[in-house]
């Protein structure tokens, strides 16, 4: 008789590890795929951004160019004004500052705390240099009765560390007075919150009306046959191919006094006058409502789509009327689409800024517009990037409450 062949097993702790092996060289082969795309986005999109960002409380003007002025007022008491030897290190450094041409950074920075602090420094930077002898604090208060006061000093003494949360409260209307209390900032200057409810404002009414015209287009588009929905598809798509800046003029020749609606309305005798439909909200709305309009239809489309039909039918056979299996049979099902539609309509339209800048009235601007002020007209960058972590906050909070409604899990853009 034969005897059975014997056929030898792997142990458990080999295949363990043979598996585990071949987990590793799975997840290292991935990594290899990807790796190019992390290092394009770590170089050319999270690096810019952190620096931005970082700007925010990073102001480094006094303590590169006043050292030894801001070694001398972190032994100050902040109680009245600083001794003699603080007011020699500020003619010293008031001098080499003003040789090598960076007096003016300086003033420019001490000046978005107390408007004229830039004048005071040049001034004293230009009597810096015959400042050769004390007593130099009876020089300075002879030059300026302003270096006498408690509050200048503090002042300097806030701005003297390179970091600063200066911008961030700036950016919430809100400042350090000179006992280091966070106060309101004045009236007058405070601006920057009722921004942030415009921008936010504008941009939940852009996303309002977009998914009110965009939801009946998806769901038509949903229901025609597919080879006709991806045909009529194409004019959704059809505004990518344009360019951003040009449609935004288009709507300038469309929607000014003299343009193509307002003529065409009084030769239709409609109106009498011609309407202002440019450089103020209304101009705003229609004007970004058209650019982002297929940000909202796409995402809807994407889901209706993939819902059978079947559901509406089973509920019409089971006695529902349309509305109602309308509303609890179908929509639900459609709300992570109109959900994701939202979320990128609002995102975008939160930092626009083209669109507001051509079409806009002064009453009409939204933070990016600011952000670009900061930038290109002001060069304060410090102020550009306070501004910009406050708008990336209030994007963090609408896409925590976007997640806790609609659900990470629920998102289908396709």
């Known amino acids: 008789m034969d005897r059975p ?53 990073y102001s480094p ?18 109680r009245g004004v600083p001794d003699e030897a603080a007011f020699a ?5 008031l001098r080499l500052a003003d040789e090598k041409g960076t007096l003016a950074l300086v003033g420019r920075r001490l000046n978005y705390a107390v408007p004229g602090m830039r004048s005071l420094f040049m001034s004293a930077g230009r009597a810096a240099a015959g400042m050769k002898h004390g007593p130099y604090e009876k020089s300075f208060t002879a030059l300026d009765p302003a270096w006498g006061q408690h509050d200048i000093w503090a002042t300097i003494a806030q701005a003297a560390e390179p970091y600063t949360p200066f911008f961030l409260l700036a950016a919430l209307d809100l400042r350090q007075d000179p006992d280091g209390h966070i106060v309101r900032t004045d009236q007058d200057r405070a601006i920057f919150i009722s921004i942030f409810i415009r921008t936010i404002w504008i941009s939940a009414l852009v996303t309002l009306i977009c998914a009110v015209l965009g939801y009946p287009v998806a769901f038509f588009l949903a229901s025609l046959p597919p ?7 194409f004019f959704v798509l059809l505004p990518f191919w344009t360019s951003l800046l040009v449609r935004t003029l288009g709507w300038i020749v469309l929607l000014q006094r003299e343009g193509v609606i307002n003529s065409m309305l009084q030769s239709l005798g409609i109106i009498g006058h011609p309407l202002a439909l440019i450089y103020n909200l209304a101009g705003v709305l229609v ?30 056979s089971l006695g529902a009327p349309p509305l109602v299996a309308f509303m609890r049979v179908y929509f639900p099902q459609t709300v992570p689409g109109l959900g994701a539609g939202c979320l990128l309509v609002f995102i975008q339209a939160l930092g626009y800024y083209i ?3 051509l079409v806009g009235g002064p009453s009409d601007q939204m933070a990016s517009y600011f952000i670009a002020q900061y930038i290109n007209v002001s060069v304060n960058w410090s102020m550009a990037s306070a501004l910009s972590v406050i708008l990336l906050l209030i994007v963090m909070v609408f896409y925590l409450i976007y997640y806790r409604v609609v659900g990470i899990d629920r998102l289908r853009l396709g």
């Open 227 to 233: 080879r006709t929905a991806r045909r009529l598809t």
């Open 89 to 93: 290190a500020l003619a010293t450094d």
């Open 355 to 357: 669109a507001p800048a």
């Open 61 to 78: 003007e006094l303590s590169e160019n006043m050292p030894r002025t801001v070694a001398a007022l972190r032994q100050w008491d902040r």
């Open 287 to 316: 004007a970004m409502v058209h650019i982002l309009l297929p940000f909202m239809i796409l995402p809807i489309y994407s889901v209706m789509k993939s819902i059978s039909p079947s559901y509406m039918r089973a509920a019409s």
């Open 5 to 57: 062949v014997r056929i030898d097993q792997p142990e458990p702790s080999a295949l363990k590890a043979a598996l585990r092996r071949t987990q590793r060289r799975r997840r290292m082969q991935g990594l290899g795929l990807t790796a190019p795309l992390l290092i394009f986005l770590l170089a050319s999109f999270l690096v810019p951004i952190g620096v931005v960002l970082f700007g925010a409380v």
